[in-house]
């Protein structure tokens, strides 16, 4: 299976300042295709995953324009410009290169 | 509105068996994938696998080969998860949702629509 490690694990930000995650895959998620096969999800407290970001770097439908994803092959990066108190919740990275997909363990936005 | 709709929260004692449900309605059931992720108390997401609707093909990841057997009934666009004995570390919240692309690699676009989720709770 393929290995995804995220960090930081948590991540204090102040509202209206940038944040960054990373996300590290055992193996290149890069296809013969060009695509890079990496999912980023947010889960809201108490709520369901949502997903944010596909392919890499592929805003989902609805997402503010203030996320943005990155990278290629083993290490990718999200980004968000300016953090709003909604984006509090736990980031997930996933690998949809080949079954099974796989997790990262979870970077935990609060704000300061 | 696209949406999943899964059935309600089980309380189960050890050693019974349970199958809870997903309901997808506003799209093609059948040309998407649906997918079973697992989240344990205070824990991560953990991929358990997907089904295709139309030709039942699924694919378990092999932490949950053998534990769990998922199926669908295309003609009421429902996906289902059961367990024939459950155990305590079955405790958890159980989540669908929905892709494609699996095979024809071109078409993903991510898990983009996720049911609300089902608790199960297993305590003797």
């Known amino acids: 299976d393929i290995v995804m490690t995220q960090s930081p694990l948590s991540l204090p930000v102040t509202p209206g300042e940038p944040a960054s995650m990373s996300c590290r895959s055992s193996?290149?998620?890069?296809?013969?295709?060009?695509?890079?096969?990496l999912d980023w999800y947010l889960q809201r407290p108490g709520q369901s995953p949502q997903l944010l970001i596909y392919?890499?770097?592929n805003r989902a439908s609805g997402v503010p324009d203030r996320f943005s994803g990155s990278g290629s092959g083993t290490d990718f990066t999200l980004k968000i410009s300016r953090v709003e108190a909604e984006d509090v919740g736990v980031y997930f990275c996933?690998?949809?290169?080949?079954?099974?997909?796989?997790f990262g363990q979870g970077t935990k936005l609060e704000i300061k | 509105e696209v949406q999943l709709v899964q059935s309600g929260p089980e309380v189960k004692k050890p050693g019974e068996s349970l199958k809870i449900s997903c309901k997808g309605s506003g799209y093609s059931f059948s040309d998407y994938w649906t997918g079973w992720v697992r989240q344990m108390p205070g824990k991560g997401l953990e991929w358990m696998g997907i089904?295709?609707?139309?030709?039942?093909?699924?694919r378990y990841s092999p932490s949950f080969r053998g534990q769990v057997t998922m199926s669908a009934d295309e003609s009421i666009s429902t996906a289902y998860l059961q367990w024939s004995s459950l155990g305590a570390s079955d405790t958890a919240m159980y989540y669908c949702?929905?892709?494609?692309?699996?095979?024809?690699?071109?078409?993903?676009?991510?898990?983009?629509?996720w049911g609300q989720g089902t608790t199960v709770t297993v305590s003797s």
């Open positions: 996933m690998q949809a290169l080949q079954t099974p997909y796989t």
């Open positions: 089904i295709l609707p139309r030709d039942a093909d699924t």
């Open positions: 392919l890499g770097s």
């Open positions: 193996q290149s998620l890069l296809h013969r295709n060009a695509n890079n096969y």
């Open positions: 949702a929905r892709l494609r692309g699996v095979i024809s690699r071109d078409f993903y676009d991510g898990m983009d629509v």
